[in-house]
């Protein structure tokens, strides 16, 4: 019985409301984002949340937002804090999950265009990057 109370509460814990810490879908539309920056006082760690709903194949977001959880850099914090204000003034944002820099000189069919720094911390990978929501076409209008 006592098996079962615990695997039940750890399967529970995941639809309680709290953030997930499973990988950012490949392709999001970003609804909010809270930045924890760590207190070295505290020896918290920092964090990054992100509010989102994935998006189909016409990039139009579908199913309730989930809320994620990622380790807290300089990087990210940068491009969540761009978001965020960007959201504040009213702007739709798309997101793409990131690994790595994008290396220009790096071509084929079978190259990786991401290669990941030498020495850089993989703490808080995979990153994200945010492009705003461009207006939808309107079918043009006819004359009654």
């Given at each position: 019985?006592?098996a079962f109370y615990f ?5 529970y814990i995941n639809i ?129």
């Amino acid at each position: 019985m006592s098996a079962f109370y615990f695997a039940s509460w750890n399967s529970y814990i995941n639809i309680l409301g709290w953030p997930s810490t499973e990988d950012l879908p490949d392709k999001f539309r970003i609804s909010w984002v809270v930045i924890q920056e760590p207190s070295k006082g505290d020896r918290k760690e920092g964090g990054l949340y992100l509010w989102v709903r994935k998006l189909n194949e016409v990039n139009t977001p579908y199913g309730m937002p989930r809320s994620y959880k990622l380790n807290w850099n300089e990087e990210n914090h940068k491009v969540a804090q761009s978001a965020l204000h960007k959201l504040k003034e009213g702007e739709q944002l798309n997101g793409t999950k990131t690994y790595g820099v994008l290396d220009k000189e790096n071509e084929g069919d079978k190259a990786n265009q991401y290669k990941s720094e030498e020495g850089a911390l993989e703490e808080g990978r995979p990153s994200f990057e945010f492009v705003e929501v461009p207006p939808p076409d309107l079918p043009a209008k006819k004359k009654i």
